[in-house]
């Protein structure tokens, strides 16, 4: 952390040098978060009327690509804002997704009650990834005891892979994704990893695990590329082209399919609550709300002295905190003791340990033809 006479905050926005030792300002001290977003603002949201033109123009290829198949196209169901966004939208446009869900164990029952409204109104079928509790707790318990900060790459591999296998299985090409630009755009890079570097994951499991990974979903980048270049799967980030006001979407979604507030982003999983609204902030610093806040400050969906009074209050309530403690260490199989030695531990990168590298990081010679390559695509774009 940088000394006090060091720090400095956005002037918009509520990260600041605590958050980012290397955060940059312009003349009016603006971070470079904030002009990183509306760069991509500017190129990624368009006008109302530009965002349907695109999306009926995409749902009428992913109609005519899924004529014969029992479903058209595919997406992630957590349960959260941006995924139940993302099925009423696709429901709108006369689309037929199958909805793929994660049980890893930590599904709160308001989530299980929020997803079921959701396939039930929609009508939507659901393929629910039941991962092995004794693998998935191994693997977290071994990413907990390596002290990296982005523990939840393993819940988010495991869906990665899932969407992959099944949009292969059922001659896919299209996946729906909730990821957008205006609520979640903004995150500095050292509070998250790569998802799907199964190197990684396996070689801390390797040094911290004891239960062998036998039916936990995996994938590489050999069959990303083959699904991309190949089976040409394409993944939509269709919220970027719809109006996406959080709070009005909340509203819509609780009206339209009987949907419930979890109190935070993310909490529809008690050990993401805990992990966002505990682990973080405790072990590496890290409060993800400075993110998502400042996140919908330069959206224009909150000013900065709201998110100002918010990060006042507690991530979460602390009697829930204490609760989710004793809940998690005992459920992971940690003694107390043992789980504030590891809150106590400094934290390590996670290139400490091995990582996915590309062909051309394998064999530097080719580096020459993958930029010649980039440079024809680029060229053919520009026409």
Same mark, same amino acid.
């Given at each position: 952390m940088n000394q006090l006479s060091n720090y400095r905050q956005c002037s918009v926005g509520v990260l600041d040098t605590r958050d980012d030792p290397t955060m940059t300002f312009d003349s009016k001290g603006r971070c #470079?978060?904030? #002009?990183?977003?509306k760069a991509a603002e500017d190129e990624h949201v368009p006008s109302p009327e530009q965002g349907e033109v695109r999306l009926q123009a995409l749902a009428a290829q992913i109609k005519e690509e899924g004529k014969g198949k029992p479903y058209d196209c595919i997406m992630g169901l957590s349960g959260g804002v941006d995924s139940t966004y993302v099925a009423l939208q696709a429901r709108r446009l006369g689309l037929r997704p199958l909805a793929v869900h994660l049980d890893n164990g930590w599904n709160s029952e308001l989530a299980v009650m929020n997803i079921e409204q959701i396939v039930s109104?929609?009508?939507?079928?659901?393929?629910?990834?039941?991962?092995?509790?004794?693998e998935f707790r191994d693997l977290q318990r071994a990413y907990l005891?390596? #002290?990296?900060i982005d523990i939840e790459v393993?819940?988010?591999?495991?869906?990665f892979a899932t969407l992959y296998k099944l949009a292969a299985k059922y001659g896919l090409k299209h996946i729906l994704s909730g990821t957008n630009i205006v609520t979640e755009f903004v995150m500095p890079p050292h509070w998250i990893y790569n998802k799907t570097d199964h190197v990684n994951i396996r070689a801390i499991h390797r040094e911290f695990g004891k239960v062998p990974l036998k039916t936990y979903p995996f994938i590489n980048l050999k069959v990303k590329k083959w699904d991309l270049m190949v089976l040409n799967v394409r993944s939509h980030s269709i919220l970027n082209w719809v109006p996406y006001d959080k709070a009005a979407v909340k509203a819509q979604i609780q009206d339209e399919l009987g949907w419930r507030d979890y109190g935070g982003k993310h909490h529809e999983s008690i050990f993401t609550r805990f992990y966002q609204g505990y682990i973080l902030p405790k072990k590496f610093f890290a409060d993800k709300r400075k993110a998502h806040l400042s996140n919908l400050i330069y959206a224009g969906q909150i000013t900065k002295e709201a998110a100002l009074a918010e990060l006042e209050m507690p991530p979460y309530p602390?009697?829930?905190?204490?609760?989710?403690?004793?809940?998690?260490?005992?459920?992971?199989?940690?003694?107390l003791a043992e789980?504030?030695?590891i809150m106590a531990s400094d934290p390590i990168p996670h290139s400490h340990y091995a990582v996915e590298q590309s062909l051309y990081d394998t064999y530097p010679a080719l580096k020459p033809l993958r930029d010649t390559a980039n440079l024809f695509k680029r060229a053919i774009k520009a026409t």
């Open positions: #470079n978060y904030y #002009n990183a977003y109104r929609l009508d939507i079928d659901l393929h629910t990834l039941v991962i092995d509790w004794q005891l390596s #002290n990296v393993i819940s988010d591999h495991a869906i602390l009697e829930h905190q204490e609760e989710d403690r004793l809940f998690v260490t005992k459920k992971l199989g940690f003694t789980f504030d030695a």
